[in-house]
């Protein structure tokens, strides 16, 4: 049994050590556009989702849709900003690694809101679902606040 | 047979019920000037740049190309903040940009904005800023170039470009037009970030919210006209409502920085009316 145990963690460790290699392996632009790719995700799925929310669209099943996009790019969040990545007019400022915590306690405020958006749309409360995408949203321009260049 | 008993409780009830409509009254006209301070984005300027910085207490740095500006402290507290004003020293602060001992403002107060508000209007906003808890915060010295470092030069400065006057709505235009109007040109004043400066940083008013690109040495204020490609000629009313409301672009994508902070402060605490009449007006701006 305990040298199942063993074997069993030895595998995770080795698997751990592969992916920190993988990563090592990406080049900080690899990095960075696909940083901006997760961000353009993003982005198209607020930006869809807003339209269902403020009723210009009806709802037609999509929103739960982009609910789960918006919850699982956000998680992601914690991964994407490799270190040395703020390459080339990157938007990322150097406060995301100098300030590690600060920022993965900003991502962690949108991953919370995120989800709670994910459960009003599945609630199906239109106050709720507004409240919630407004949370949100407040929770990407916070972030966007400390960590992210001003755009013009 | 009225008693004289019966008097006394009358005129007793009755000084109640007036002490009670004059009550509900101060809070209204305090609710109204909270509201309006809001809309006015008095908090973001005159609120240090950290967190738990206390609200309207001052020192926030405002860079500019003619120097730093530090914004003071407009909590009633007599010493430090302008609990000593009268009404008087409050409307001709904000009318006309002169404080109490008569000494210019320069205009990175927004009094050239702030002139267009109602007497009404200023005197809530004062009646709200009077019922918050005073708070002891020396002004700080303004960091300026020598030929900026009296006030004099304020002074010439609106001799030569500032008339104060009140916002006249427009007849030929709906209230919602003028409601939004009034809300960008004077209590917003948008323009003092959004339209661009002509010399001794006098803004251009046929250039109204066409963006500033000198806005200081690392900010550019994009345009806001409903030019298509330079402006936000392709955002909508619910576009321009629903970024006022949340910060979020058409796109999807969400604002920050200083526009994040206006938001927050300001557009966000309006009713939907209001932004809407803000967009109302906005796009009715000519194309620049």
Redesign the interface.
Known sequence: MQLRTTGALVGIVAMLGLSVQVAAETSAEDAKKYRISVMTA???????A?MTV?G?VDDNGQLTGHAAGLVSGVAELHNIFQEGSAVDESEALPAIWEQPEKFAAAIKKSEEATVAFQVAVAGGDGEAIGAA??NM??S???????F?V??? | MIRNTDIKVAAFVATLMFSGSVLAQEDSLVAKGEYLLNAGGCITCHTKDEEDAIPLAGGRALESPFGTFYSPNITPDVDTGIGGWSDDDFTTAIWEGLNPEGDHYFPAFPFTSYTGISRDDTLAIKAYLFSIEPVSNTNLEHDLPFYMSTRLAAGAWKLRFFDAERFAPDPEQSDTWNRGAYLVRHLGHCGECHTPRGRLGVLLEDEELAGNPEFSDDKKVPNITPDKEHGIGRWSLSDIEYFLDIGMLPDGDFTGGSMGAVIEDNTSRLTREDRLAIATYIKSLPVE
């Open positions: 993003l982005k198209g799925h607020m930006g869809t807003s403020r210009l995408f407004r949203g407040k990407c321009g916070g972030c966007h606040d400390d992210r001003e755009n013009d």
